[in-house]
């Protein structure tokens, strides 16, 4: 039996994730990658994707990101994982979960598409109530930015 090879996604996780590895981003995303779902607007190439990894770990004390299922058809890759993180000042985990579909030439990721469950997390940090989507969708949720 032969044991197959690391998918190039399932690499980027246990590296840029798993192991807080920067400079992986470097090496396995193009330099005109493009990755949509984690901002306002997509973050294009290696640096773009450095600044949000700087933010999104620096939040965290612990992350550890789990792939549960893949897909793999031509150049694209789906996954579907489970993430959990520690954030500060607290001793328990939060967990939550998300998919992203990539591309991939080579040993590059070219253009990643994220959908995670960042208000699950959110809510799981107390940062947002329990319920907060069924909330604001019933108009019991507010929000406090102005129109």
Do not use: K, Y
């Amino acid at each position: 039996m032969t044991v197959p090879v690391e998918s190039l996604p399932r690499e980027w996780f246990r590296r840029v994730w798993n192991d807080l590895d920067a400079n992986a981003i470097d090496e396995l995303a193009a330099a005109d990658c493009v990755f949509h779902g984690l901002d306002d607007e997509p973050i294009i190439g290696p640096a773009g994707f450095r600044a949000f990894h700087e933010h999104f770990a620096g939040a965290f004390r612990e992350i550890s990101v789990t792939v549960l299922h893949e897909v793999t058809s031509g150049d694209m890759v789906g996954l579907f994982a489970e993430v959990e993180a520690i954030p500060p000042g607290r001793h328990a985990r939060v967990s939550f979960q998300g998919a992203a579909f990539a591309r991939v030439r080579g040993r590059q990721l070219i253009e990643s598409w994220d959908c995670w469950d960042f208000l699950g997390l959110l809510e799981r940090m107390e940062v947002m109530p329990q319920q907060s989507l069924g909330m604001a969708l019933q108009g019991r949720l507010r929000s406090t930015v102005a129109p």
